[in-house]
């Protein structure tokens, strides 16, 4: 049909995000797309660089020390270019280790998650009983503290 369209949200209250057991995924397309995007022209500089090191015009043998400066500008031209692939890459490996270091804590942080009892009435959170000692029994917690206990229990409190 012309004129429809689909939308679908999800909608997170502010005590569920409070509480979450996890901090958000971030994703890593963007910077990886980046990062190809950005090797293309290193790629045309390398490549410019390697034919210009075999082919010399007009010279049938050229000197030493020629090639080698040749070689020495060239290469850090291309590590130059090269340079913004480099850190877009480096970004995308941060961003994979944090998201599978919030992957591995996740059964451990959501264990004690849902052990957790929020009270509607004076607005903080406490366990009933636990089984870890680092964690208080019965005592209030603010939405802030019990988050923070259960990142520190999934490992990624201070990611």
Do not use: K
Not at 25 to 32: D, F, G, N, W, Y
């Amino acid at each position: 049909m012309i004129g429809t369209a689909v939308t679908e949200r999800t909608q997170t209250t502010q005590l569920a995000a409070a509480t979450r057991y996890t901090p958000p995924l971030v994703s890593t397309a963007r910077p990886m797309a980046l990062g190809l995007l950005m090797t293309v022209p290193a790629l045309v500089v390398l490549i410019t660089m390697v034919s210009y090191l075999f082919a010399h015009p007009g010279v049938d043998h050229p000197a030493i020390i020629d090639t080698i400066t040749s070689v020495v500008f060239g290469s850090a031209f291309v590590l130059a270019v090269a340079s913004p692939a480099v850190i877009a890459f480096g970004l995308v490996r941060s961003r994979v280790r944090r998201n599978s270091l919030i992957c591995q804590g996740r059964p451990a942080a959501y264990a004690l998650w849902s052990a957790g009892m929020y009270c509607h009435r004076c607005g903080f959170c406490y366990w009933p009983t636990t089984s870890d000692p680092r964690i208080p029994a019965r005592q209030p917690l603010s939405t802030s503290q019990f988050r923070w206990a259960v990142w520190n229990a999934g490992g990624y409190a201070h990611v």
